[in-house]
């Protein structure tokens, strides 16, 4: 399981792209990690055009879009600084912890 949500879910994340993959690799580091992230996944559901999140709020969890898109503003601003689409994601670095969702 891991390794089919690795390679399909997990592969675009940049974070988790660096690790390695080499089955000789400590156990294969990159599918124990995996792992450990399924233990801890939700699923959330927002509806169309919900706030999912604001910049003032602290990321703690990686938000990895399945389906529909997220738009993403800067304060004051009517344009999208950009649109999400499934398998894209933000809040990668919270797992460094970084409180930033940028």
Do not use: E
Not at 55 to 84: E, F, H, K, W
Not at 89 to 100: A, E, M, Q, T, W
């Amino acid at each position: 399981l891991a390794g089919a949500i690795n390679s399909g879910l997990f592969s675009r994340i940049p974070i988790f792209a660096r690790i390695p993959s080499d089955p000789t690799l400590h156990n294969n580091l990159k599918a124990r990690f995996t792992s450990a992230l399924i233990r801890s996944m939700s699923s959330a559901y927002f509806l169309q055009d919900s706030l999912v999140t604001s910049y003032t709020d602290v990321a703690d969890r990686i938000m990895i879009i399945c389906s529909g898109s997220v738009a993403m503003y800067l304060p004051n601003q009517a344009t999208p600084l950009l649109t999400l689409r499934p398998r894209d994601s933000f809040g990668d670095n919270s797992v460094l912890g970084d409180p930033r969702w940028a």
